[in-house]
């Protein structure tokens, strides 16, 4: 694996995690280095840090505190 892509996956905790959990993506990546912008995308989505993932958190936890003022109304 190229020494930039090593480095930064080691800077990434999350990147380290991911990869550890799906090692098929150290041979993708030995094999072709410019999959790693693949392989974060995949990361964002399954742990959930996409740009949707956090709208909907959002809207999640208003939806919450809506409901917890309406009780105590």
């Known amino acids: 694996m190229k020494l930039d892509v090593q480095f930064k996956i080691k800077?990434?905790?999350l990147l380290q995690k991911y990869i550890r959990e799906?090692?098929?993506?150290?041979k993708y990546l030995n094999r072709n280095p410019?999959?790693?912008s693949e392989m974060e995308r995949e990361m964002k989505?399954?742990?959930k840090l996409t740009?949707?993932?956090?709208i909907n958190d959002i809207s999640e936890k208003l939806d919450l505190l809506r409901t917890f003022m309406?009780?105590?109304?």
Not at 70 to 73: D, E, G, P, R, T
């Open 51 to 54: 740009a949707s993932d956090k």
């Open 22 to 26: 799906n090692s098929y993506w150290y």
């Open 45 to 47: 989505e399954k742990y």
């Open 34 to 36: 410019g999959l790693l």
């Open 11 to 13: 800077n990434n905790y």
């Open 70 to 73: 309406n009780v105590l109304k």
